[in-house]
Structures are given as structure tokens and as C-alpha cells.
């Protein structure tokens, strides 16, 4: 029996770790091609990097229970269309006792993700969501949004009709700054960058009329290239954090100042801020769950399944991960409804799948 342990879970570990890492291939790429405008802005390598970084642990997650349900169901496929577990039940072997070990590992991972989800998620979430921001807020073209009037730089409207190749094409500048004299700048084009010391703009403007061009001087000119800086812009924008962001012991402490302190005038607010706290807990252990759920589940599937091909595998983990992460979230949606218990109602799903993954289990044994 420890032999044939010993070979189940190498190649269950085999189909896990390349489901996982296929996942995680997939998701980053996507991350990649999501936030690649900050190269564009000329965000620097090194931040873009860590940006990627940073995202990769929020993965794990939703890749560990997705890779332990295909695994489930490609190896019992393949036992299963290989006559073993038929060979297995002729001799005496009881299928609960087959899949002990991998029962254990994957509650074991169950556990470990119960770690992930409370302490290294909400650290990454919080610092790549301040770092995106802060690289928003310091990316010069974030300052110019096309077709809208700019009047945050001091004594300054500013205009842009479009940004084409990271130029600022049709600008309209109005002046004040100049005493009481406003001046009309127009420029057929302009790029933008931060200053020197990093806390400034600086508009290089080209095929620029200026009118008037100074006090003395009444009257347009007309002038190749045109510097404008902008002043002291660069300024953090505050993040607000989420729930998200916050980790298992601080979700708990914001519900008992909340449940004691009555901050929130409206009662019903309140219970709605709760309320989204107490599914955000839930959401993170239901999750956990998952993983457990899902090889327990999968078991029976990859037996049922009866094929080696593992296109058949795979839309059935497909068909059990649609249902699953449609019911969450729907659930989810109802945090601002608390009268539903969407605090209870999200394990609804993990529930459904240990009810039928036993039953199944249960089934294929007799």
C-alpha cells in the first residue's frame, strides 16, 4: 500500500505543479499586458517589475484549488481508463484508503492557503494597489487627460485635444501668471516630463503662438520651442484602503470598533460595513476550503469521467469552476444586502462540493 501511495502522489504532485504553473504563467502574462501602460509613461523597469512581483502571490489562491481539481481528474481519468481502479477494488483495496494521502495533502494545502489568504494577500494587495498609484500619480501624460479642461497648476487652464505617441498634440494654454495680463499660448504639438528634482513638470512646446507674448510687448509671436514649466505637481494620492487590503486580525478589530463604537450615524450603514468585513473572512476561508473541496470532489469525477484523453478532464473542471466562482460571486454581490447572510450563503458553493464529492466517493467505492 506504501508503495502505491508513494507513486499516487508523485505523479498527483506531477499534474499539480504543472496545472499551477501553467496558471501562474497565464495570469502573469495577463498582468503583464494590464499594466504595461506604465512602461509607456515612463515608469522605470525596476518598478514595472515589482509591480509584476508583487501580483504574483494574490495568484495562489484561486490557482492552488483550480490545480488540485484538474489533477484530481486527469490522474483518476487515467487510473480509471487504465482498468487500476477496477484492479484495485478486485483486491480488497478500499478507495477511501487509495486517496487518504492525497485527502490529507490537500487539506494540509487547505491550511497553508488559510496562511496565504490572512497574511501574505492583503500585504502584497495593499502594496501593489499604493505602488500603482504612486506611479500613476508621477507618470507626467497621467496629467493631461485628452479633451478636458486642466486647472490644477497654479495661474494655468491647459487643453489638450489628443495624445498621439506620447505627444500632446493641439495644446491651448491660458496664462495668468503674468501679472494681470492673460496670455493666450497656442502649440501645434508638446511633450512633457518630470523636472530635474522630480517634483515638477516641464512642458517643451513646438510651433508655438503666444499672445501677447509679454506686457511689454503687446501683440502674437511666434516662437519654434516654447519651455513651460508647471511648479511643485507631484503629489501622492491617497489610497483608500479596502477590505481587501487588511489582514484576518485587523477584519476582526474593525468589526468591534464598528460594533461598539456606533461611528456610523445611520445604523444601517453600519451593519452594512459589517457586513462586507464579515464576507471578506468568510471569503478568504471558503476559498481555503476550496482546496480540499475540490480533490475530494474531483476523485469520483476523474473515475466517472472513465478516459485518458484529458480534454475531457479539463471541461469538466472548466463546467465545476464555472458553477463555483459564478455562485461566490453572486454571493459576494450581496455584502450590501445583510439581511441575505451573504456571510453564510458564500460557503454554499465548498459546501456543495464536499456534499457531492462524498457522495460520489461513497458511490464509486460500492
Known amino acids: ?14 499534474y499539480v505543479l504543472t496545472a499551477t504553473a501553467a496558471l501562474v504563467f497565464v495570469v502573469c502574462v495577463a498582468l503583464v499586458f494590464g499594466t504595461a501602460d506604465l512602461m509607456v ?10 509591480v509584476v512581483a508583487l501580483g504574483i502571490p494574490t495568484i495562489l489562491p484561486f490557482a492552488l484549488p483550480v490545480s488540485l481539481l484538474t489533477a484530481s481528474l486527469l490522474l483518476f481519468g487515467r487510473l480509471s481508463s487504465d482498468g487500476e481502479i477496477t484492479a484495485m477494488k478486485a483486491g480488497g483495496m478500499s478507495l477511501w484508503r487509495v486517496v ?15 496562511w496565504i489568504n490572512n497574511r501574505t494577500v492583503p500585504r502584497n494587495r495593499y502594496a501593489q494597489r499604493r505602488l500603482l498609484e504612486e506611479l500613476s500619480a508621477v507618470a507626467p501624460l497621467d496629467f493631461f487627460p485628452a479633451g478636458q479642461t486642466i486647472s490644477e497648476f497654479p495661474g494655468l487652464t491647459v487643453w489638450v485635444e489628443r495624445i498621439e505617441d506620447d505627444e500632446l498634440v493641439n495644446l491651448r494654454i491660458y496664462d495668468r501668471r503674468q501679472g494681470q495680463t492673460q496670455r493666450d499660448i497656442h ?23 503666444i499672445d501677447p507674448f509679454d506686457e511689454n510687448r503687446p501683440g502674437p509671436a511666434l516662437v519654434g520651442r ?31 470598533t464598528l460594533q461598539e463604537s456606533g461611528s456610523l450615524s445611520d445604523e444601517a450603514e453600519r451593519d452594512r460595513e459589517i457586513m462586507a468585513l464579515r464576507v471578506e473572512i468568510n471569503k478568504r476561508f471558503a476559498l481555503s476550503a476550496a482546496c480540499f473541496a475540490f480533490v475530494l470532489l474531483g ?63 461513497r458511490r464509486a467505492e460500492g
Open 1 to 14: 500500500m506504501k508503495t502505491l501511495h508513494r507513486h499516487l502522489f508523485a505523479d498527483f504532485m506531477v
Open 41 to 50: 509613461r515612463g515608469v522605470g523597469a525596476a518598478a514595472f517589475l515589482k
Open 100 to 114: 487518504s494521502p492525497l485527502l490529507l495533502f490537500a487539506l494540509l494545502t487547505s491550511l497553508v492557503c488559510v
Open 187 to 209: 502649440a501645434r504639438r508638446g511633450t512633457v516630463s518630470l523636472t530635474d528634482d522630480g517634483h515638477g513638470l516641464m512642458l517643451d512646446l513646438f510651433d508655438v503662438t
Open 226 to 256: 516654447w519651455p513651460l514649466r508647471l511648479g511643485d505637481v507631484r503629489q501622492r494620492r491617497s489610497y483608500r484602503e479596502r477590505p481587501g487590503d487588511f489582514e484576518l486580525d485587523e477584519l476582526r478589530s474593525r468589526i468591534r
Open 299 to 361: 476523485i469520483p469525477l476523474g473515475i466517472k469521467a472513465h478516459r485518458r484523453e484529458s480534454s475531457i478532464g479539463g471541461a469538466i473542471s472548466l463546467a465545476v469552476l464555472l458553477v463555483f466562482y459564478v455562485v461566490l460571486v453572486l454571493v459576494e454581490s450581496l455584502r450590501r444586502h445583510p439581511q441575505f447572510r451573504p456571510d453564510i450563503l458564500i460557503w454554499t458553493p465548498v459546501l456543495i462540493s464536499l456534499f457531492f464529492g462524498w457522495r460520489l466517493v
